[in-house]
Every structure is written in structure tokens, then in C-alpha cells.
């Protein structure tokens, strides 16, 4: 069985307001999600093997490993979307998409500023339904309670306290956020919006 790789050139560097400490602290527990989603595999498969794939055990893993491969997932969007520089976004696939179904960008914006506000630890993403074009801010509970299937990441925000405590204290969510949104790749944004239109996987890695 394949192992997967940490995605390091995923890491971000030099972030307006998300500190380098900050970053490696989190880019550490990235690291665990990504041992235990391998560790998680491997003992499926041995139980798969040893024909104990109806026991309990089994669905105890199997519902484990929504939590871990998730958040495998979700931390490589993440880090993948944060990048410094790149200004705001005007033009483009994704922001006529926005305007469209939220009435502006600054009013898509604030609904996701407000859903990474949610009470509770999770996440804010804007995802597109690639049946329908339609654009939706969700907010994920832990790694998997909320997420709609095949709904495709575009912008993913994390607002686990984790994400921002060594930068800030546990109240400190919103200026968080307020760091993110200075610094989110408005260019991946946009290849991820139009990979999902013509039917292909957003960039990840
Ligand atoms: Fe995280």
C-alpha cells in the first residue's frame, strides 16, 4: 500500500500577520494527520486481510478515519491557500460566480468571515457544487460533520484554536481570520474555481 508524503512545498513562508512560528507549530500537527491517516490505512487493511472487517473494531476505524483523512485533506487546502501578495481579487471566473450569488464580493467575504466565526472548532470553506455552479460557505465541524459530498474546496479556512494560539490567545479568533483573509491566493482560488467548472480536481498539491 502506498504511503502518503507530507506535502512540504505546501508550507507557507513570510505570511502579513500569521507568523513563521505559527505556521511551523501547525504545520506539525498537519505532520500527525498525515501519520495517522497512514497508520489508520494500514490497519484497515490488515483487519480487511484478516477477514475482521465486520467486527467492531472495524467501524470504530473506518468512522476514525473520516476525522483523520479529513484532516489530512483539509490542512493541505489550507496551507495551499495562504500565500502573501497577491492583493485582492477584482476579475476573474470565481469572483463574477460570487457576485452573482451573494450580490457582491464583499458580501460573499463577510459570509465567510462569519462562518469562520462559528461557535466551535472546524472549519470555513467556500465550496462549489460542480453539478450546479452554486457556491456555498459551510462550515466543517471537526474534520467531517457538515461537509457535502463532492462539494469541492475553493477557499479553506481554519479556525481550530490551534491555527492561531501561538499568534494570538484564545479570544483572538477574529484577528486571525482578519490575518487570513490578507493573505489567501486569490490565483489558486481562481484555477481551483475553474478546475471544478470544467470538471476536474482543484488544485490541492
Ligand atoms: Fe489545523
Redesign the pocket.
Known sequence: MDTYQVREELKPKGLDGISDAQIED?WG??KGYVAQANALRKELGELRAAGRGGEPIFADRRRRFGFEYG?MV??EY?FGNLRTGIGSLTEGGFAAAVVEQFGSFDDWLKDLVNTGKTRGIGWAVCALDPATGVIINQFIQLHEEGAIAAFLPLVVL?V?E??YMVDHRAGGRAAYIDAFVKNIDWEKVERRFIAGREGRVPERF
Open positions: 501547525h500537527l498537519y484532516g483539509l490542512h489550507y481554519d481550530f490551534h491555527a
